[in-house]
Structure formats: structure tokens, C-alpha cells
């Protein structure tokens, strides 16, 4: 198991609410399996001190629990909580079919006893008493609440599906409809060109307005193909898009220049966040351009003797350099 960072390690405080705020690849993910993990393991955290004892009956049905009775801890005298008592939320069924897998190997890993030299991938714990307990845990994690936003809600609102809708759709948007799904609603956009148009496309608000920032957009951007792929990048990342809004906002308060996000903002609230990224670069790039450019002035001054001036000739148009090529 690789070692967790400093800023790894403090997502691991079972008693307080964190945000994990970080790029891709840099083990969020690791930090919320191992989060779910001590929340089982540790006895005494803020949900088991605060919160009520659940009720937790043994299941019924062979092979709901894997590991006999006697083998493994009862499930009223475990002592952290159990997979059905800790709800991880996911974006996408892809994220929480990954958070589940990485939940499952770190559950395997665990050993009840002191880890012996063939055995490379077990972790000792002392808080398990059986190594039954780890069979437990295994069964009850397939049926733990991992799972999306919706199919969450889904599970919470089935007692009182009547109070919500007599004909509710279970219907879910599988992800490789999704891009087509945006493309056409990009379409859809670059097609309206009045404000019928935006009615029959469903605007609710001014479409004067979406018309001339959809074409300022383009304008800037270099025309509607490279507008609609900066685009559709941007709905493909909408949480990053959402903290930089965030973000932006925020220093706008700390360098006193109020932005609600209604307009554009001050382009000194850009340049101080590009600059905090990159201004270390800048330096030497700098003094590489000024090396090069006094390499350049040498040369010139000591071989401008053979330099010479091309004439403009303002009455030559392409065909007449064309002939002159010829």
C-alpha cells in the first residue's frame, strides 16, 4: 500500500466534514475508499458517539453473510459501522462502480492476525477480532448504498413513489448517449436565429441575449467548430467549470473587484489567476527570448553589409508575382 501524503492523510478525520479538492490523478478517490474503511474499522468516531445504535438484525437468507457465526464478530456487537450505514455518493455509475471496486480490494487486504512473509498483500489490523469479520464485511458491501446521485434519491423515494408520481421513469442515461446527447443540443443552439426559434427551442429567458453571446462566443473563439469543441469540453468537465466560477469569484472579493457573475469579468481577475499558476515561468522565458534576440542583433551587425531592402511594389497584385515566379 503506498504511503498517504500529509494533505492525504488529513481527508482521513472521520470527525469533521472535508472537501477534497484536487486534480485528476492525484488519489481522491484512494482517500474516499480508505475514508470508508475507517469509518467501518473505528470504534469511536462521531456516528457511533453521536447517532443512535442502529438496529441491525442478522440477515435472513443463506449466504447473505458468507462467514459462519461463529467465525466473525455479530453484527449487533460490531463496533464501527457496516456497509448499509455509510452512503457513498458518485457522479457517475462509472466513479461509483470504481469506488466500490477500490473499497472492495482495500476489505480483502485486511488481516485479523500478524501478516506472515508470503502474504505481500495483507495489511494487519488489530480491530478486527476474526478474520471472519472480513467475509462479513466483503457480503455486505454488495449490497452497501455505492451508487449515483439519482439512483440514491431512487432507493430513498420507492416507499413514497405514489406521493411523487403515479408514473414515474426509471429511466437512465446511459453514458455513451451522453455526447450525442450534448452535440445535438449544440445543434440546436447554432440553429436558432430568432426568437421563435428560441421558443421552440425551450428559452425561457431574453433570446436577443443568448443570440449575441452565442456569436460573441463564436467570434472570439475563432469561428462555431472551434466554439462548439471548447464547448463541448466544457460540458464534459461541468465541476471543473463550476470551481473555477468558484474560484473567480471568490478572489474578485479578496482583490476588491466585485464580480457577480451576471457579466464578464474584469480581465485583471484572469491575469492574476493565470499569473499565480504560471508567473514563475515567465521569467525565464523572458531571458531565454532576450538571449536569443541579442544572438540575432550580432549576426545582423556584423553581417548587415549584405543585408538588403526588397522594394515594395504597391501596382503588383498576385498575378503579376505569379508571373514573375515563372
Known amino acids: 500500500m503506498i504511503p498517504f501524503n500529509r494533505s492525504q492523510r488529513l481527508g482521513l478525520n ?38 443512535p445504535a442502529p438496529l441491525r438484525n442478522e440477515p435472513y437468507g443463506a449466504g ?53 512473509k508470503t502474504d505481500r498483500l495483507g495489511i494487519h489490523d488489530p480491530r478486527l477480532r476474526h478474520q471472519g469479520d472480513v467475509s462479513m464485511l466483503m457480503s455486505l458491501l454488495e449490497a452497501a448504498p ?19 408520481a403515479l408514473h414515474l421513469s426509471r429511466d437512465q442515461l446511459p453514458d455513451e448517449q451522453a455526447p450525442l446527447l450534448r452535440t445535438q443540443a449544440l445543434n440546436a ?17 431574453s433570446c436577443e441575449e443568448f443570440i449575441e453571446a452565442r456569436n460573441r462566443l463564436a467570434i472570439r473563439l475563432g469561428g462555431q467548430s472551434s466554439a462548439q469543441t471548447v464547448l463541448t469540453g466544457l460540458l464534459e468537465s461541468s465541476l471543473f467549470v463550476e470551481e473555477s466560477k468558484r474560484r473567480l469569484r471568490a478572489r474578485s472579493i479578496r482583490n476588491e473587484l466585485p464580480w457577480d457573475g451576471s457579466l464578464p469579468p474584469d480581465y485583471l481577475l484572469i491575469e492574476d489567476m493565470i499569473l499565480e499558476r504560471c508567473g514563475h ?46
Open 14 to 51: 472521520l470527525d469533521q466534514h472535508i472537501a477534497l479538492d484536487a486534480g485528476a490523478g492525484t488519489g481522491k478517490t484512494t482517500v474516499m475508499a480508505e475514508r470508508y474503511v475507517q469509518h467501518l474499522l473505528s470504534s469511536e468516531q462521531r456516528a457511533t458517539c453521536v447517532l
Open 64 to 116: 447473505r453473510v458468507k462467514a459462519a457465526k461463529k467465525d466473525r464478530t455479530p453484527l449487533n456487537e460490531w463496533k464501527g459501522l457496516l456497509p448499509q450505514e455509510i452512503v457513498a455518493i458518485t457522479f457517475t455509475r462509472k466513479a461509483a462502480a470504481e469506488l466500490r471496486s477500490r473499497i472492495r480490494s482495500r476489505i480483502q487486504s485486511l488481516r485479523a492476525e500478524p501478516v506472515k
Open 146 to 164: 455505492i451508487s449515483t446521485i439519482d439512483s440514491f434519491l431512487g432507493e430513498v423515494l420507492a416507499p413514497h413513489i405514489d406521493l411523487v
Open 189 to 205: 443552439a447554432w440553429r436558432i436565429r430568432n426568437a421563435r426559434d428560441g421558443f421552440e427551442a425551450g428559452l425561457t429567458k
Open 281 to 326: 515561468l515567465i521569467d525565464g522565458v523572458v531571458e531565454d527570448a532576450y538571449e536569443y534576440l541579442n544572438q540575432w542583433v550580432d549576426v545582423f551587425t556584423r553581417d548587415g553589409r549584405h543585408a538588403f531592402f526588397v522594394q515594395n511594389d504597391s501596382n503588383g497584385n498576385r498575378y503579376t508575382r505569379f508571373n514573375q515566379l515563372a
